[in-house]
T-cell receptor, first 113, second 111 residues
């Protein structure tokens, strides 16, 4: 069985400061992990993916995430927040075939000027 | 590549009516997924197709829900005898492998 837990429902940062969005997963086999972003009134967009290659994954818009098997975590980070980063972020776990996909509840990121 | 499209974008219906939504995936993608998203929640998996075969259905998909993907191209999701609890955003996604590309969704409001 698979599950994903996003540890914060809301995160607020100031523009120019680092972003950390936390995600823990549970899977009985080697999972594929993803982060998606959803801006208001826009579709879900893939930020980055981990599929058993390098554990540090770089994505679009300066985001990156590190797969830590020992901690069952896949936290999303960005060195410096921009106002345009304000959105809802979803951590996603998928089975090895990429079929059954489970989304976390989401973390809303607020960026203050 | 025109992306995943969904039609209609918005649907308002009265309780008890039937509704049908359409999803057109990215043309070379053989996998197609349906999700439901309610306010403040992440998308919940409903069903999945590989080509025209429906390979998995969530327990969320009651008998009132049916999905098809004739000829492995576009897909339709039908909800019969709609209930107020069906009000949600219905999302479609397609993929070749792991990366799913999402459409803009169909927002259903049941009054």
């Amino acid at each position: 069985a698979q599950s994903v837990t996003q540890l914060d429902s809301h995160v607020s940062v100031s523009e120019g400061t680092p972003v950390l969005l936390r995600c823990n997963y549970s899977s009985s086999y080697s999972p594929s992990l993803f982060w998606y972003v959803q801006h208001p009134n826009k579709g879900l967009q893939l930020l980055l993916k981990y599929t058993s290659a390098a554990t540090l994954v770089k994505g679009i818009n300066g985001f990156e995430a590190e797969f830590k098997k020992s901690e069952t975590s896949f936290h999303l980070t960005k060195p410096s927040a921009h106002m345009s980063d304000a959105a809802e972020y979803f951590c996603v776990v998928s089975d090895q075939g990429g079929f059954k996909t489970i989304f976390g509840a989401g973390t809303r990121l607020f960026v203050k000027a | 590549d025109t992306g995943v499209s969904q039609d209609p974008r918005h649907k308002i219906t009265k309780r008890g009516q039937n509704v049908t939504f359409r999803c057109d995936p990215i043309s070379e993608h053989n996998r197609l997924y349906w999700y439901r998203q309610t306010l403040g929640q992440g998308p919940e998996f409903l069903t999945y197709f590989q080509n025209e075969a429906q390979l998995e259905k969530s327990r969320l998909l009651s008998d009132r829900f049916s999905a098809e993907r004739p000829k492995g191209s576009f897909s339709t999701l039908e909800i019969q005898r709609t209930e107020q609890g069906d009000s949600a955003m219905y999302l479609c996604a397609s993929s070749l492998y792991y990366e799913q590309y999402f459409g803009p969704g169909t927002r259903l409001t049941v009054t």
